[in-house]
Structure formats: structure tokens, C-alpha cells
């Protein structure tokens, strides 16, 4: 016979460890958010202390929650959907801290290249349509878990192509920008930056599937991340 104490107990930890992601999930938005604020006000010594500060809370709440979970596993032996939901949050932990440092290193880029050269101007277009992209793709992810919602999540992950079309679009314009001359040194820190951060983006948007794809596993307990057929992919969707 289950005891009603242990239920009781078991239902408050999955309380916290949802709590806990509600928080991180707010944090990774946030960081994305200030570097939006960013490209207009990149010296702004401001945004730039709030996001290292938001990065210490995103890394504590990380350690925090991978504590939560193993504590979860080995007082409660979870099973079946228990399971998935405790493991879920586990990897959806890892991809948002990830994000979160990210964003830390996308910033540091920004604060180094002028962003508003007149020469980066279709540059700097398309980096902030990718960051656009890449945060709305964090929150649908999120939201995306945190209602169980198969057609957000499928949404999600087919948004991922167009983040890396976006990702090649920019390599080919620097190339196009930088390839017709020698380089003077700070041309070259300029084009790694601008690299840097469309790499980066590229890989929040990544972050943000993997995210989604949580949300699959645990709503199917389906593992989807290595499937190439489309028909297996639309398949989950039923």
C-alpha cells in the first residue's frame, strides 16, 4: 500500500524542482532580454553588471536543481512518468544554463565590436533578427514544458532551420564584407566577434530544441533526438 505521506512528500519535491525551472527558466529569458538592450547601448556598464549577476543566479539555481534531482531519485525510486519529468528537468537545466552562458559570451562580443559600423549594417540586421528568433524559441521551449504542449514543442524544433539558414546567411555576408582585402588586426578580432556571436546564437537556438524535445520525451516518453525519418517525427505529433 502507497503511503499517503510519502505521496504527499513526493508531490511537494516535484513542486520544488518545477519552481526551481520556473525561476532559471525567467533568468535565461531575462539574459537574453538584456542582450536585445544591448545593440542599442553596448557600453552601458548597467546591462553589462545586471547579466553577470543573472548568470551567478542562473549557475546557483543549476547546481540547485541538479541537487534537487538526485535527492528526487534516490528518496523516491521514481517510475514511469515521475521518472521522465525528473529527468526532463534535469536536461532541461543543463540547455538553459547553457544558454545563459551563451548570452554571457555574446554580450562580452558586443561590448568589443562596433556593432554600428556603418559597414556592419546588414550584419548587425541579421544578428538581431537571430536574437529575436533565438528568444522566442527559449520561450516557446519553456512554454512549451511547462504546458505539456506536443504542437508547441514540434513548433519549436522545425524553427531551428530557420535559425541555422539565418546563421549561414551571416557567414556568407562576412565573407562577402571581409574577403575582398588584407586584414589589419582589428579587422580580424572584429570578423572572429561577429562569428562568435552568430555561432553562439546558432547554438541557443539548438539549446532551445533540445528543450522542446524534453518536452517530447516526457508527454510520449519518446526519445526523439536521433530520429532522421520525417514520418517518425510527424508520427509523434499524433
Not at 26 to 37: A, D, G, P, Y
Amino acid at each position: 500500500m502507497v503511503n499517503p505521506y510519502t505521496n504527499r512528500i513526493k508531490d511537494l519535491q516535484l513542486q520544488i524542482l518545477h519552481n526551481q525551472f520556473e525561476l532559471i527558466s525567467k533568468n535565461t529569458i531575462l539574459q537574453l532580454s538584456i542582450l536585445r538592450q544591448l545593440f542599442d547601448e553596448p557600453k552601458s556598464k548597467e546591462l553589462y553588471e545586471e547579466a553577470l549577476s543573472n548568470e551567478i543566479i542562473i549557475d546557483r539555481l543549476e547546481v540547485k536543481i541538479r541537487e534537487e534531482v538526485a535527492f528526487a531519485i534516490f528518496k523516491f525510486s521514481p517510475v514511469a512518468e515521475d521518472l521522465r519529468r525528473i529527468i526532463a528537468y534535469q536536461d532541461l537545466t543543463i540547455n538553459l544554463e547553457r544558454i545563459g552562458d551563451m548570452v554571457l559570451n555574446i554580450i562580452r562580443f558586443v561590448r568589443e565590436t562596433p556593432i554600428s559600423d556603418a559597414r556592419l549594417f546588414e550584419v548587425r540586421a541579421i544578428i538581431i533578427s537571430m536574437t529575436d528568433h533565438a528568444t522566442q524559441m527559449v520561450r516557446n521551449a519553456v512554454m512549451s514544458f511547462t504546458n505539456q504542449s506536443l504542437e508547441t514543442a514540434l513548433a519549436v524544433i522545425n524553427n531551428d532551420e530557420e535559425m541555422d539558414n539565418m546563421y549561414y546567411k551571416l557567414k556568407a555576408l562576412l565573407c562577402k564584407i571581409f574577403s575582398h582585402t588584407e586584414l589589419q588586426p582589428d579587422e580580424v578580432s572584429m570578423l572572429l566577434s561577429l562569428e562568435g556571436i552568430g555561432h553562439n546564437l546558432e547554438r541557443c537556438g539548438d539549446s532551445a530544441t533540445n528543450i522542446a524535445e524534453s518536452t517530447i520525451y516526457l508527454v510520449k516518453g519518446r526519445d526523439i533526438r536521433h530520429l532522421n525519418d520525417e514520418e517518425d517525427k510527424e508520427d509523434i505529433s499524433r
